[in-house]
DNA sequence: GAGCACTGC
């Protein structure tokens, strides 16, 4: 094993590790506990353990197999493995297997009750994701059952009483971080323009301190991309003698080419500053970074139940967030972390940030419970539990799909949705098209929604050019809206031969390659699924019979089975007026119907961030919501404003 | 006429 602080309390840890059916072990970044503990565990029991370890993200879980074969001196995949979705690298004796949460919740559901493992560890618990949230009540109700189970829940923060108090009372114990300091600076005053501070900021660091790189962390795009300007514009006029700045930005929407330039080493009279999201802050690590600079802000995606909307709300974030993005300034040596908001302003933020299950739609959480026996939704243990109207709303939702019945039970349906890998609302989709047999067609549109980040939005610079390039899909629509472009765009992709056509083609109309290469995989993996389970189902495919008007148009019909809650009528002025919650919306001005006078339109995605925003648009005949939802119409005619 | 954080199956 190698020589990490955790290396020094290691008899101790044996002890507690044996004596304890459960253990809650917080750690600091850098005290090696991912790596080291599952060795130790494993060095319990003769090598008999079979040990899952958990992560949140799929390269986490990946380089940390790698990296404990690596230590172990063994083969990858042999006794140390990962399994990550479309890819496995176990095999059934491995004894340390590295798994994203999402993982080992489809192997709870689908096939054991974890039998073949002796020891779970769930790593970084204080992320709080839905997923881990869910694994930690349903192991919970399994520890009953299964007497010779050790649970050790891994967390960085000393938020861990609240783990403790949910596993009745569950020891805790603490393993020191191996860190170098990291000075931090408050504003005396708040700023008004976060912008400006973080230029100057990062120019006052560039002009006095030592060589080393900035990162620094803004809430959005657009002020990421402002910044960044400013600074390449300030950099032109630097002094002769100056060490040369180099500023780049990087967010999620940014383009993989772009990205992988924040990694690239500078020359050595050279300093970078990288302008981020949170993406920074756990997702990628920059090495060479000594200095951050916290704009103390991050994007937050919140979903109003009572609306059916998600809403995406620039917020403070909490003061573990604040920790997390100071360490990155010392990773590798001492550093500096200069925050953009006053020490006041510090100690006024949340300890921690909201659980995701507190601030999501939960149809899918509820739709998993139900599918795992769970009857009783609201008196669950849930870690967290999420409001009453909130589950309401998931149960009301996944009702009207046919997922429950009117006693609020499952339905054979419902659980063929609940073992797809999509969202309940796609899945109810998909079957659909399936039993219509059509599933073909629809699984192409399908897998582009559940993917990020496909269709990316070109530089303002180059943005005619890629528009005229991607006219003729739009064109080729017959005004069937975004869905229908989203399959010619997949169409389009797949009949070019070879992969560097392919990549040329994207280049051209601004798709990520990366992206839509994993559209590819995604279909496949629907594709058998639906094939396995779904065998009582004969259908024949029938779309290559249909003409291609017909063939989209019924498309659409499928989609509105789990979206005729998402739809809304024409009003004077561009605007529409949803059929369920007689709200106005807005069509997305990146939408292929905007701009176009229709009666009434579908959309799978209804967003505020300036306005309310429909997303991926299609037109919808009268005539076909009349015979889908007669009573929302019908509640409309009688007058109820 | 927008411009939107991040994951996961």
């Known amino acids: 094993m190698q020589r990490l602080p955790i290396s020094e309390v290691r008899t101790d840890l044996e002890k507690k590790f044996s004596a304890n059916h459960v253990t809650i072990l917080v750690g600091e970044t850098g005290s090696g506990k991912s790596t080291q503990v599952p060795q130790l565990i494993l060095g319990l029991n003769n090598g008999k353990e079979k040990i899952a370890v958990t992560q949140p993200r799929r390269v986490a879980a990946i380089n940390l197999a790698k990296r404990v074969a690596d230590e172990t001196k063994t083969t990858l995949g042999q006794d140390v493995g990962y399994t990550v979705r479309f890819q496995n690298m176990s095999s059934p004796k491995t004894k340390i297997k590295y798994l994203t949460d999402g993982m080992l919740l489809r192997e709870l559901l689908l096939r054991t009750n974890l039998d073949q493992y002796t020891t779970i560890i769930l790593d970084e618990a204080h992320e709080r994701t839905i997923i881990t949230d869910l694994l930690m009540g349903f192991l919970k109700t399994l520890l009953q059952r299964r007497k010779n189970l050790r649970l050790i829940v891994m967390s960085a923060t000393i938020d861990a009483d609240k783990f403790s108090r949910f596993f009745d009372g569950a020891e805790v114990l603490y393993v020191q971080g191996r860190r170098f300091p990291v000075q931090r600076y408050y504003l005396t005053k708040p700023v008004e323009d976060i912008v400006d501070a973080t230029v100057r900021t990062a120019i006052q660091i560039h002009a006095r301190e030592p ?25 032109q006029s630097l002094p002769k003698g100056v060490p040369n700045l180099i500023a780049l930005p990087l967010y999620a929407a940014l383009p993989p080419q772009q990205q992988q330039k924040v990694f690239e080493k500078v020359a050595g009279n050279e300093r970078k500053i990288i302008i981020a999201t949170n993406i920074a802050e756990t997702s990628l690590t920059i090495s060479g970074v000594r200095y951050v600079i916290d704009g103390g802000t991050h994007k937050v995606k919140v979903w109003r139940h009572d609306l059916g909307l998600d809403s995406l709300l620039t917020m403070p974030i909490s003061k573990s967030n604040a920790a997390q993005r100071m360490g990155r300034a010392g990773r590798e040596a001492a550093g500096k972390c200069y925050r953009l908001y006053t020490e006041t302003d510090y100690y006024g933020l949340k300890s921690q940030s909201e659980p995701e299950i507190e601030r999501c739609d939960v149809a899918f959480p509820i739709l998993t419970l139900k599918l795992a026996g769970v009857s009783d939704v609201l008196g669950w243990n849930w870690l967290e539990r999420p409001s009453k109207a909130a589950i309401m709303s998931a149960l009301m939702q996944l009702y009207a799909l046919k997922a429950l019945d009117d006693e609020g039970q499952i339905t ?80 389009h992709y797949r009949s070019l031969s070879s992969s560097s056509e392919r990549k040329e083609w994207c280049k051209e109309v601004y798709i990520s390659y990366r992206a839509m290469s994993n559209v590819e995989d995604i279909r496949n993996q629907l594709n058998s699924y639906l094939k396995a389970e779904s065998t009582n189902i004969h259908a024949e495919d029938k779309s290559v019979q249909l003409g291609p008007s017909i063939l989209n148009e019924q498309i659409i019909q499928c989609f509105l089975t789990g979206f005729v809650a998402n739809t809304a009528l024409s009003l004077p002025g561009k605007m529409y007026r949803t059929i369920a919650g007689g709200q106005t919306i807005n069509i997305h001005p990146s939408s292929s119907v905007f701009g176009k006078n229709v009666d009434a339109i579908m959309y799978t995605e209804y967003i505020f961030t300036t306005k309310a925003y429909a997303r991926n648009v299609s037109p919808i005949d009268l005539e076909w919501l009349q015979r889908k939802a007669p009573h929302f119409l019908g509640r409309r005619t009688a007058g109820d404003d």
């Open 211 to 235: 060589m080393g790189d900035i990162l620094a962390f803004l809430a959005g795009q657009e002020d990421i991309d402002k910044a960044v300007d400013i600074l390449n514009d300030m950099i």
């Open 412 to 491: 054979e349906l419902g659980k063929k949705m609940a073992v797809l890998p999509l969202p309940p609302h796609l899945s109810a989709v998909l079957l659909d098209a399936y039993q219509k047999g059509i599933a073909d067609p629809v699984l192409d549109v399908v897998s582009c929604l559940s993917i990020e980040n496909l269709i990316m939005n070109p530089h303002p610079d180059k943005r005619d050019e890629v528009y005229e390039k991607r006219l003729p899909f739009i064109t080729a629509s017959g005004g069937m809206g975004d869905l229908v472009v989203l399959r010619n765009y997949v169409q």
